[in-house]
């Protein structure tokens, strides 16, 4: 009788274990659903825009200015070196994979050359191309994605992956912030906040990698009437590109305070996707550029597998439905 009673209770005790576990799950899950609620909305799913909130806007990059990153100008010595910086005989500005042609030069007339081996390496911080921002509890990092500036009438707009902004079926990001040329905790350029995020409604309807890209209008909070594009230069969007061409990707991991890049051909793959074979470009790269003759887009990473695997990066095609969304971006009247 002992026995089959301790037998009993010690079930007992387990399901009341497991019982408890669940619970305590379920809450965790509970509490980190309702933290990225507080970073999310609707927007206009039909169309496929939102229009930001300038307060809460201003609120994140706030955030960001008094946690990872500070304003200082490009020339400022950078803070200390942290165990996440590169080997230091490679500081940031000269540890490039490979050395690019000249600017300015097309890349299909010569001087240009795969990175080898193929494996993405540390860059040079660039002016018009930055780290993407989430600061809250939504459970990211403190920079999650990558954006690069594109020029546009308003010298106002970003390029970047999709899946960067729109969480899938939760909505937009409201906590989104930029800052490019960042690197080791420095924002030279100051951080910059969206007015209006577009996508195409069919990633909206069911993330299809195909639609990938996403292009956001800026402003700089506490500076009115200040360009992005006139502080950054930008690069210029391609759309239907010529494959294969000569590339770059860049982007910044999730987990370094410098971008990393890597130089290969990208080719199509299907009718709807690019891709470029280079190793080690990890989670944080997304929506980072994909360059042809040194300052033209034609991708940005996303599309396929999220953005790719351990040996390839993935865009979706920049074809007439990205060019539709980045003219309704264009077209698009600044929230004031």
Not at 258 to 265: H, I, L
Request: net charge negative.
């Amino acid at each position: 009788m002992f026995t089959r009673v301790r037998g009993r209770a010690v079930r007992v005790s387990l399901l009341v274990g497991v019982g408890c576990a669940v619970l305590m799950g379920c809450a965790g899950l509970l509490w980190k659903l309702h933290g990225m609620a507080a970073y999310l909305a609707d927007g206009d799913p039909a169309e496929g825009s939102y229009v930001q909130d300038a307060e809460q806007a201003d609120r994140a990059a706030a955030a960001v200015l008094e946690g990872p990153a500070r304003e200082a100008p490009a020339g400022a010595p950078a803070p200390p070196a942290s165990s996440a910086s590169p080997d230091p005989a490679v500081p940031g500005p000269a540890a490039r994979g490979t050395v690019g042609p000249p600017a300015g030069v097309p890349w299909r007339s010569g001087g240009w050359r795969p990175s080898d081996p193929l494996v993405a390496r540390p860059a040079a911080a660039e002016p018009a191309i930055g780290a993407l921002f989430s600061p809250g509890e939504d459970a990211d990092q403190d920079h999650h994605c990558s954006a690069s500036v594109v020029h546009s009438p308003g010298g106002d707009l970003i390029a970047t992956a999709a899946h960067c902004v729109y969480r899938g079926v939760f909505g937009f990001r409201t906590n989104l912030a930029f800052a490019p040329g960042y690197r080791d905790g420095k924002a030279p350029y100051g951080v910059w906040v969206p007015t209006r995020i577009d996508v195409d409604p069919r990633w909206i309807e069911d993330q299809d990698p195909d639609y990938d890209v996403a292009f956001l209008r800026m402003r700089r909070p506490g500076h009115p009437g200040e360009r992005l594009e006139d502080a950054t230069g930008a690069q210029t969007v391609r759309f239907g590109p010529e494959l294969p061409a000569p590339a770059r990707v860049v982007g910044y991991p999730n987990d370094t305070e410098y971008p990393v890049e890597c130089f290969n051909t990208a080719r199509a793959d299907g009718p709807t996707q690019l891709r470029l074979d280079c190793a080690d470009v990890p989670d944080g790269t997304s929506g980072g550029p994909v360059l042809t003759d040194a300052h033209t887009l034609i991708g940005v990473v996303g599309g396929r597998d999220g953005g790719g695997d351990e040996k390839t990066s993935y865009s979706s095609l920049f074809d007439d439905g990205v060019r539709a969304v980045y003219e309704r971006a264009v077209a698009a009247r600044r929230p004031r």
